[in-house]
T-cell receptor, first 111, second 113 residues
């Protein structure tokens, strides 16, 4: 079993929709949770990160962590065609050198 | 803003050539990483370094070596390139403090013919 599981999609939504992207994990020692956005043929760009449980909001993006369920989510409100990309979740333990990545979910927002 | 710069966006090399991929970061980060990314396989760690002249093998180090002579620079070396090393190569850096939040470069798309 992989340490981090992410549905690869693809996911297609109309412009303006609310998008929910999710990852599950198996290691309860993970404390840092990240979301990256990767446009085609580019490197991953850090979108948001959270420490431990709870929510974090940044503009149209909200990251949510539920440690009891070992489940993290990224919500995108009022989705735009420019949000079309692959979204990667990643997580790590305190003091660790390794990041554990999901395989990414490809999102297309249709105008 | 954190900046991680990879020397080339696209490279085409022949089988058997020695290939150098260079990466420079400007955030004084202790940790630097090399990944490859292939469709359906996600990001796979090749090597990482937590200090100058230090290196650790990742998940797929075979066929690769690395060099870190200065804190800001981390090089990936393909001693004898093979076609199965055609891939997207990504460099990242992170601070030793906190949760290893990594910042990536734009990537180098390497084709080995």
């Amino acid at each position: 079993q992989k340490e981090v599981e992410q549905d690869p999609g693809p996911l297609s939504v109309p412009e303006g929709a609310i998008v929910s992207l999710n990852c599950t994990y198996s290691n309860s020692a993970f404390q840092y949770f990240m979301w990256y956005r990767q446009y085609s043929r580019k490197g991953p760009e850090l979108l948001m990160y959270t420490y431990s449980s709870g929510n974090k909001e940044d503009g149209r993006f909200t990251a949510q962590v539920d440690k009891s369920s070992k489940y993290i989510s990224l919500f995108i409100r009022d989705s735009q065609p420019s949000d079309s990309a692959t979204y990667l979740c990643a997580m790590s333990k305190t003091g660790a050198n390794n990041l554990f990545f999901g395989t990414g979910t490809r999102l297309t927002v249709i105008p | 803003d954190v900046k991680v710069t990879q020397s080339s966006r696209y490279l085409v090399k022949r089988t058997g050539e020695k290939v150098f991929l260079e990466c420079v970061q400007d955030m004084d980060h202790e940790n630097m990483f090399w990944y490859r990314q292939d469709p359906g396989l996600g990001l796979r760690l090749i090597y990482f370094s937590y200090d100058v002249k230090m290196k650790e093998k990742g998940d797929i180090p075979e066929g690769y070596s690395v060099s870190r002579e200065k804190k800001e620079r981390f090089s990936l070396i393909l001693e004898s390139a093979s076609t199965n090393q055609t891939s997207m190569y990504l460099c990242a850096s992170s601070s030793r403090i906190g949760g290893n939040i990594q910042y990536f470069g734009a990537g180098t798309r390497l084709s080995v013919l």
